[in-house]
């Protein structure tokens, strides 16, 4: 595909058949490719890990439309709607009523959220599940009116499930999301 020199390269979910390790030596192998030769790359993925690591701008999709364009990094912090915030990065999307904050869904991402001893006049819930994932454990918490996903770096955490446990964040954490009134 390369011998013709071309300004434009579509690479359709190149990686997808790959293990975990030849797949990300491959994704640094054509970052460096696409740097050296100054090609264009159109690169396709579902992997949404890969198009934020491989991408200069990200374009997500949602029924065939952009729903949002961006660099990786303005995608992930910022999304603009819903489909963006749970797409890219699996957003916890809660209504202000919940959060204590004017009517609205906003994003709050898994690592932005800490598990704490409760206190009064923080958000409280149950802890449903636990996920170790190595460097990092996901704890699923059902609130009143939601659910929260929060990631904590692994330095073990004494929490088990059924545990009642409080829920902070810093409020500029929170991304009121498009639609809302």
Known sequence: ALINQ???????????????????????????????????????????????????RVAVFNHGKIEQLGPPRTLYQNPRTEFVARFVGGANVLEGSVLGLPPGRYALRPEKVRLESPVPGMPVGTLLDIHYLGSQTRFEVALEGGRVSTLQ?????????????????DPDALRLLEGNS
């Open 6 to 56: 071309p300004r434009l390269l579509l690479l359709d979910e190149p990686l997808g058949a790959l293990d975990l390790k030849l797949r990300e030596e491959m994704q640094i192998e054509l970052k460096a490719l696409q740097r050296r030769l100054g090609i264009t790359f159109v690169y396709v993925t579902h992997d949404q890990g890969e198009a934020l690591s491989m991408s200069d």
């Open 153 to 169: 770096p692994e330095g073990g955490s004494s929490w088990e499930v059924g545990d009642t446990v409080g829920l902070s964040w």
